[in-house]
């Protein structure tokens, strides 16, 4: 039997699937419509809002709505939070801010603009800590109405030393941050532990940052003692905050070229103050003195002299001094220690108004009327001598009673002490009369024994 080759028609051959532009313009239409009403408004928006501005009320045009919605949805040009509200990718701007942490794990974005804050998930947290600053686009809004963000670039590590305690769990060493806003636990290997035992406040450097899969890995790097010992709570706050508390040999070879006293060139050219009875009044436990005043009776008021410490002479511009002391920005004082500006050679020598010796100083001399009012001022370059050292302590015993036994130095500056408090009271009459608050809070102050333990407690 002959077998013959079926021939293929047209009609029997597979249709190809193909959209018709009857349908692809209805579509191109729905998508316009959608992406108009979502731009127009610049906000995310409810399938019901979308309905309802869309105009697609019908049953069959709810349903190609949604449709559509999901089809873009799919495609990522059309984004939806958790309040199921649907929003433009395009809207979703990358925003660039610091990260502050939570201890329950999630975080916050402040952005660089001061724009409103952006929530992170615990799960965009795992690759970030706490002061990173980073890149986040916005999600839309979570079910709080918070804006929703994530990770899209780590731009700058917060977080380069971290300090905590050393612990060990089954043979394997972790850094638990002692800041409660960083949730991660900073595996340490054991070659790397720089003879800390597990219990001691550590430091650490971070060598891998952590990521949506690894914990962060770190290195010891200083051992600050057991975590009862006293003083830890000072070395924590030194090192968490990254204060430095050493100055390059460069800024202390520059303070001590100034020797200990003030020569006989640096005195040129400024008035001379020294025969006059300058005091510092300063706490009991004040390191530093960097101010000092005088004050006599005059007619129709008082005349009044403020002297401090005249720093500028010795740190002068682009020097290793300058530099440090921009760096620091202040001294830090704690309870029983002080990280200073400058080298000890300045801030506890040529800059402090230590009495009996000159210091150079700059001055301000002013004449208060009786209403409280400075009629007059000037400014001028010195060079002074303190009379005496007095505490806040010392001195209102002798204002509350000048006729009690007093120490000499103290009695010896009676009469400007008087004056000063004559003039104190003109000076607050007059703040008072300007309608300023008056803060009067107390404060608590700290005694410690020889071993640097607390001792008690006072105001």
Same mark, same amino acid.
């Given at each position: 039997?002959?077998?013959?080759?079926?021939?293929?028609?047209?009609?029997?051959?597979?249709?190809?699937?193909?959209?018709?532009?009857?349908?692809?313009?209805?579509?191109?239409?729905?998508?316009?419509?959608?992406?108009?009403?979502?731009?127009?408004?610049?906000?995310?928006?409810?399938?019901?809002?979308?309905?309802?501005?869309?105009?697609? +009320?019908?049953?069959?045009?709810?349903?190609?709505?949604?449709?559509?919605?999901?089809?873009?949805?799919?495609?990522?040009?059309?984004?939806? %939070?958790?309040?199921?509200?649907?929003?433009?990718?395009?809207?979703?701007?990358?925003?660039?801010?610091?990260?502050?942490?939570?201890?329950?794990?999630?975080?916050?974005?402040?952005?660089?603009?001061?724009?409103?804050?952006?929530?992170?998930?615990?799960?965009?947290?795992?690759?970030?800590?706490?002061?990173?600053?980073?890149?986040?686009? =916005?999600?839309?809004?979570?079910?709080?109405?918070?804006?929703?963000?994530?990770?899209?670039?780590?731009?700058?590590?917060?977080?380069?030393? =971290?300090?905590? *305690?050393?612990?060990?769990?089954?043979?394997?060493?972790?850094?638990?941050?002692?800041?409660?806003?960083?949730?991660?636990?900073?595996?340490?290997?054991?070659?790397?532990?720089?003879?800390?035992?597990?219990?001691?406040?550590?430091?650490?450097?971070?060598?891998?940052?952590?990521?949506?899969?690894?914990?962060?890995?770190?290195?010891?790097?200083?051992?600050?003692?057991?975590?009862?010992?006293?003083?830890?709570?000072?070395?924590?706050?030194?090192?968490?905050?990254?204060?430095?508390?050493?100055?390059?040999?460069?800024?202390?070879?520059?303070?001590?070229?100034?020797?200990?006293?003030?020569?006989?060139?640096?005195?040129?050219?400024?008035?001379?103050?020294?025969?006059?009875?300058?005091?510092?009044?300063?706490?009991?436990?004040?390191?530093?003195?960097?101010?000092?005043?005088?004050?006599?009776?005059? *007619?129709?008021?008082?005349?009044?002299?403020? !002297?401090?410490?005249?720093?500028?002479?010795?740190?002068?511009?682009?020097?290793?001094?300058?530099?440090?002391?921009?760096?620091?920005? +202040?001294?830090?004082?704690?309870?029983?220690?002080?990280?200073?500006?400058?080298?000890?050679?300045?801030?506890?020598?040529?800059?402090?108004?230590?009495?009996?010796?000159?210091?150079?100083?700059?001055?301000?001399?002013?004449?208060?009327?009786?209403?409280?009012?400075? +009629?007059?001022?000037?400014?001028?370059?010195?060079?002074?001598?303190?009379?005496?050292?007095? +505490?806040?302590?010392?001195?209102?015993?002798?204002?509350? %009673?000048?006729?009690?036994?007093?120490?000499?130095?103290?009695?010896?500056?009676?009469?400007?002490?008087?004056?000063?408090?004559?003039?104190?009271?003109?000076?607050?009459?007059?703040?008072?009369?300007?309608?300023?608050?008056?803060?009067?809070?107390?404060?608590?102050?700290?005694?410690?024994?020889?071993?640097?333990?607390?001792? !008690?407690?006072?105001?």
């Amino acid at each position: 039997m002959e077998m013959r080759r079926k021939k293929t028609t047209k009609a029997s051959q597979p249709r190809k699937p193909r959209t018709s532009a009857r349908t692809v313009r209805p579509r191109a239409r729905r998508e316009a419509a959608i992406t108009t009403v979502l731009r127009e408004a610049g906000r995310p928006m409810r399938f019901e809002e979308l309905v309802e501005r869309t105009g697609s +009320t019908s049953p069959a045009k709810r349903r190609r709505l949604e449709q559509e919605l999901e089809r873009l949805h799919r495609a990522g040009e059309l984004l939806r %939070n958790r309040r199921e509200e649907y929003i433009l990718r395009e809207r979703l701007p990358v925003v660039v801010g610091t990260v502050s942490g939570h201890r329950d794990g999630h975080g916050v974005v402040h952005p660089d603009d001061r724009s409103a804050p952006v929530y992170l998930s615990y799960r965009q947290m795992l690759e970030v800590m706490h002061g990173d600053r980073v890149a986040v686009r =916005i999600g839309g809004t979570d079910a709080r109405g918070r804006l929703e963000g994530s990770i899209v670039e780590v731009i700058e590590r917060g977080n380069v030393d =971290i300090v905590g *305690r050393l612990y060990e769990e089954s043979g394997i060493y972790v850094l638990v941050p002692d800041n409660p806003r960083i949730a991660h636990r900073v595996l340490i290997p054991r070659d790397r532990l720089g003879g800390a035992r597990a219990g001691q406040v550590v430091v650490a450097k971070i060598v891998e940052q952590p990521s949506r899969t690894a914990q962060p890995l770190g290195h010891i790097v200083r051992i600050l003692g057991e975590h009862a010992a006293p003083g830890m709570e000072t070395e924590i706050a030194i090192h968490s905050h990254g204060l430095p508390y050493e100055f390059p040999d460069e800024a202390i070879a520059e303070a001590e070229r100034f020797g200990e006293t003030v020569s006989a060139a640096a005195k040129r050219g400024r008035e001379d103050l020294r025969e006059l009875p300058l005091v510092t009044i300063d706490g009991e436990d004040a390191r530093d003195f960097d101010d000092a005043v005088w004050c006599e009776r005059v *007619r129709g008021g008082w005349r009044l002299i403020v !002297a401090i410490a005249d720093v500028a002479t010795y740190v002068e511009a682009d020097s290793a001094l300058d530099h440090e002391a921009r760096h620091r920005g +202040t001294s830090v004082y704690f309870p029983n220690r002080v990280l200073p500006m400058l080298p000890e050679a300045l801030s506890n020598g040529l800059c402090s108004l230590q009495p009996g010796v000159d210091r150079l100083c700059l001055a301000c001399e002013m004449r208060v009327s009786e209403q409280g009012r400075v +009629t007059r001022s000037r400014f001028f370059e010195a060079v002074m001598r303190s009379a005496a050292r007095l +505490t806040y302590t010392q001195v209102a015993a002798y204002l509350a %009673n000048p006729q009690a036994a007093h120490e000499p130095h103290v009695t010896a500056r009676g009469t400007e002490l008087m004056a000063l408090h004559a003039v104190f009271r003109a000076l607050h009459r007059a703040r008072v009369k300007r309608g300023a608050i008056d803060f009067d809070v107390p404060e608590l102050k700290v005694r410690f024994d020889a071993d640097g333990r607390i001792a !008690a407690l006072f105001e």
